[in-house]
């Protein structure tokens, strides 16, 4: 168990890495936490401070996610041994965890951090790369149909425990609980987009939009 979480907790202060934060202080200081949505997040970022910026913010999200998973599990750490009773599966899957809630709980930034999408990317390219294709295909044709950013986001996360359950267990069943368990977490912090879209607030961009109605052309409240 000492393996397990000490490499946990490694995870964990690696997930704690904000790429807004980063980004931020290469921008004189910016916290895009007190802008826009308040969100430490790419889609927060592109509004508030543009691609470029958005863009360092996701590739750092992503990594941090993807070193927590690939690198992490097989450390040699000085001060504790391979554990034979913990299955190397479960503690991939326990690292990858570690790194989505260090983005979304940072010990470094008060445990305000973001909803956990880019950071989750990066997981599934360590434990799974091929249902990267479901999060992207899903994620692209729930944005073209309604505009909705948050949406198009639980719906990815959501498509991803469903199609395990489908096709792969009970084979899977560690990768089916740890994206069952992320997919319900997205959809909780995703609450104030659900209650934004009930009371027709949510931003929404119809510029991505396949079908367009004409009084969504400027959008509608903020994400």
């Given amino acids: 168990m000492l393996e397990l979480g000490s490499k946990f907790l490694i995870s964990y202060l690696i997930g704690s890495l904000m790429g807004a934060m980063i980004m931020g202080r290469f921008r004189g200081g910016v916290d895009i936490r007190e802008l826009g949505s308040g969100n430490a997040g790419g889609t927060n970022a592109l509004r508030t401070q543009g691609l470029l910026f958005a863009l360092g913010v996701v590739i ?112 899977e069943q560690p990768l089916f609980i740890y994206t069952a368990c992320i997919a319900l977490y997205i959809i909780w912090a995703h609450r104030s987009n659900i209650q934004r879209m009930r009371a027709g607030t949510e931003h929404r961009n119809p510029k991505v939009m396949v079908l367009k109605r004409r009084n969504d052309s400027t959008g509608n409240g903020a994400d």
Avoid at 143 to 164: C, E
């Fill in 60 to 171: 750092i999200d992503i990594g941090k996610g993807y070193f927590g998973a690939a690198f992490v599990p097989g450390l040699n750490l000085p001060w504790v041994e391979a554990d034979p009773m913990i299955s190397r599966d479960w503690l991939q899957i326990s690292c990858a965890a570690g790194a989505v809630m260090g983005h979304v709980w940072p010990i470094y930034h008060g445990f305000k951090g973001g909803k956990g999408g880019a950071t989750l990317i990066g997981t599934i390219l360590v434990l799974d790369p091929s249902l990267v294709i479901v999060i992207l295909v899903v994620f692209a044709f729930v944005l073209v149909f309604s505009g909705y950013v948050g949406l198009s986001t639980m719906a990815a996360a959501t498509s991803l425990p469903i199609l395990l359950a489908a096709t792969r267990l009970p084979d």
